[in-house]
């Protein structure tokens, strides 16, 4: 069973390039040449020296001793908190940018939910000299003020999506529509494993390097490349398919992937999609997503923007279609209750679409000395307003 990517842009039954006739030579160009490019040393040499003095990499892979004995477990935590612009998008849009450079693109467009996208998109931009517009819901831009002002400061032009639930969705939506009046000059660097071929497997590849550096690190901490479980929250799913790439073909190591539950799964307030969803087609792949019985996507809802996505990257509709991954979900008030006692045990304020990752420690069935990695894919600093208004819960 092979859990990549096949050559017509595949995982099983799940992806493609569902796109409008004008961006068809745009991604065309990008499926014939990002390969090649991303395996060439010039390409490499680039993007591997500032992971390292830029981003900061590799990220610490920490033993979270306090949180071990709460939950009477062996937990680490993959510390991609810590990176420059505080989470993991960071690695792929550092080597999307790097892409775009040598596709000579001049104009680069993004979509963001939380923000993190957004800045990190900017932040690479500003780092390359190239102009960025970023796309945001309305809702959004609210609820993450502080990552708007970031944006603006390293000069980026942030657009709001005043349609539909005003959120990421939208700004994709949004995102998309630029993107077919400006397709020559224009590169979409899409935030997640979502997306037309080849933007899926490339987003992976680039997050690859977080289990790259998890076998590493763990063989040096434990003397095993493998942890017994690999946990990791979705929304589209990057973070997700970053720290599971390296482990996908080793069935010893369960894989759990954490969708926000929201109000509860069923409450119609959720981004729950494997339990809710159908396949579907959504921004130019076939996945599951969450619709209507006359195929309307729904609205979905999370506390947290990052996970406020109505889909999941075609890789994970195939992970759950086989069994490979596990899917499952936590509430918002699970979400916030894990990252208040992440705060207290580990001196570590995580954000919130990690701490959907972390509820789920409460509900793992693992056996003794069992190891577990769990993907901590940002910080809380966008999530402060959020985490004081519900501190009383
Ligand atoms: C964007 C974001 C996510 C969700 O995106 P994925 O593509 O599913 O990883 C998760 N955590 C953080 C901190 C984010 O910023």
């Not at 006739?21 to 991303?38: A, K």
């Amino acid at each position: 069973m092979s859990y990549q990517v096949n050559e017509k842009g595949y995982y099983g039954s799940f992806g493609g390039a569902f796109i409008p006739e004008m961006l068809f030579p745009n991604v065309e160009d990008l499926r014939s040449r990002y390969l090649t490019i991303m395996e060439s040393d010039d390409f490499k040499k680039e993007f591997n020296s500032l992971l390292r003095d830029y981003v900061g990499r590799p990220s610490p892979l920490y033993y979270a001793s306090r949180l071990s004995t709460h939950h009477n477990k062996e937990i680490y935590l993959k510390r991609e908190d810590l990176n420059h612009t505080g989470a993991h998008k960071i690695n792929n849009t550092l080597g999307q940018i790097l892409l775009a450079k040598r596709l000579g693109k001049k104009r680069i467009i993004a979509e963001t939910g939380a923000g993190q996208h957004g800045v990190a998109a900017a932040t690479v931009c500003a780092l390359m000299g190239l102009e960025c517009i970023v796309y945001m819901g309305e809702v959004d831009i609210e609820r993450q003020a502080p990552n708007v002002a970031r944006m603006k400061l390293l000069g980026a032009k942030v657009v709001p999506a005043l349609c539909g639930s005003r959120t990421l969705k939208d700004a994709t939506n949004e995102a998309i529509r630029d993107w077919i009046n400006n397709p020559v000059e224009t590169h979409y660097i899409i935030g997640s494993v979502v997306g037309p071929h080849p933007y899926p497997d490339m987003v992976a590849r680039f997050q690859s390097v977080i289990s790259e550096e998890i076998r590493t690190q763990l063989l040096s901490k434990t003397g095993k490349e493998t942890p017994d479980y690999v946990i990791a929250c979705v929304g589209g799913g990057s973070n997700a398919a970053g720290a599971f790439y390296h482990f996908l073909d080793e069935p010893s190591v369960k894989l759990i992937a954490v969708e926000a539950a929201g109000k509860g799964i069923h409450s119609g307030h959720s981004a729950a999609t494997m339990v809710l969803g159908k396949p579907g087609i959504i921004h130019g792949s076939k996945t599951m997503l969450m619709q209507t019985e006359d195929g309307q996507i729904t609205e979905p809802y999370s506390i947290s923007a990052g996970l406020d996505y109505p889909g999941v990257g075609p890789v994970h509709a195939h992970l759950f279609e086989t069994g490979r991954a596990t899917f499952v979900s936590a509430t918002d008030e699970e979400a916030l209750a894990a990252a208040y006692l992440c705060c207290r045990l580990e001196g570590i304020i995580p954000a919130l679409e990690s701490a959907h990752a972390l509820a789920h420690l409460d509900k793992l069935k693992s056996a003794p000395g069992e190891i577990i990695v769990l993907n901590l894919s940002g910080r809380g600093d966008k999530d402060l307003a959020t985490y004081i208004k519900h501190q009383n819960l």
